[in-house]
């Protein structure tokens, strides 16, 4: 946390590194279908999971859309440990 106060201090300063203003983190890569089936559901029940609806679950998987980086991550999460669901 210190490392990005000093960064936005120095860039306050116009004392920034070029380098130190592009970072970003990166998501990891997901299969929409794939985890879904993994839990054995519906697009309907993992929409509403995710909140969103069976369509926008439909359109990823197609390849017509993707994921928000919000959906992502809580699709990453869900992943890597099932028990999410139940509190979920």
Same mark, same amino acid.
């Given at each position: 946390?210190?490392?990005?106060?000093? /960064?936005? $201090? +120095?860039?306050?300063?116009?004392?920034? !590194? %070029?380098?130190?203003? =592009?970072?970003? @983190? *990166?998501?990891?890569?997901?299969?929409?279908?794939?985890?879904? /089936?993994? $839990? +054995?559901?519906?697009?309907?029940?993992? !929409? %509403?999971?995710?909140? =969103?609806?069976? @369509? *926008?679950?439909?359109?990823?998987?197609?390849?017509?859309?993707?994921?928000?980086?919000?959906?992502?991550?809580?699709?990453?999460?869900?992943?890597?440990?099932?028990?999410?669901?139940?509190?979920?």
């Amino acid at each position: 946390m210190m490392t990005g106060l000093e /960064e936005a $201090l +120095a860039h306050a300063k116009g004392q920034a !590194a %070029a380098d130190a203003l =592009v970072r970003k @983190r *990166t998501l990891p890569v997901i299969n929409v279908s794939e985890i879904r /089936e993994s $839990l +054995a559901m519906t697009q309907k029940d993992f !929409a %509403a999971v995710l909140g =969103v609806s069976r @369509r *926008t679950v439909e359109a990823w998987e197609s390849g017509r859309s993707n994921p928000t980086p919000t959906a992502k991550k809580l699709m990453f999460l869900i992943q890597g440990d099932h028990s999410l669901l139940e509190r979920l």
